[in-house]
């Protein structure tokens, strides 16, 4: 709860200060204010079913260290780089292992 209104409080203030337009126009505030919206009606919502549908969004709010930290962004862009090239590794070892349990051994 605490971290709810903390978040809650940025949003707000970053509306403020870059008007709503500019505020809205950055991807990245979309996100932020999604993650503030989805964290305010969880709240809300405390007797509902959907309640731990909601809860998973709050990791969202990991995104955040992201544009403020340019050395994590370059991990994640050489460990997402890396992952694409060792999917087509995966494959061949899929192939591998399909090729094998056809044939029996």
């Not at 126009?25 to 909601?54: A, H, P, R, W």
């Amino acid at each position: 709860m605490f971290f709810t209104v903390v978040f809650t409080f940025e949003m707000c203030l970053k509306i403020i200060g870059y008007g709503c337009i500019s505020y809205l126009g950055d991807g990245f505030n979309v996100s932020d204010c999604l993650v503030v919206t989805l964290g305010l009606v969880e709240y809300m919502m405390i007797e509902s079913k959907m309640l731990s549908v909601l809860r998973g969004f709050r990791i969202l709010r990991i995104f955040k260290l992201f544009k403020r930290t340019p050395n994590l962004q370059h991990l994640v862009h050489t460990l997402l780089r890396a992952a694409t090239d060792a999917s087509g590794l995966g494959l061949i070892i899929l192939i591998f292992i399909l090729t094998n349990s056809l044939m029996g051994k």
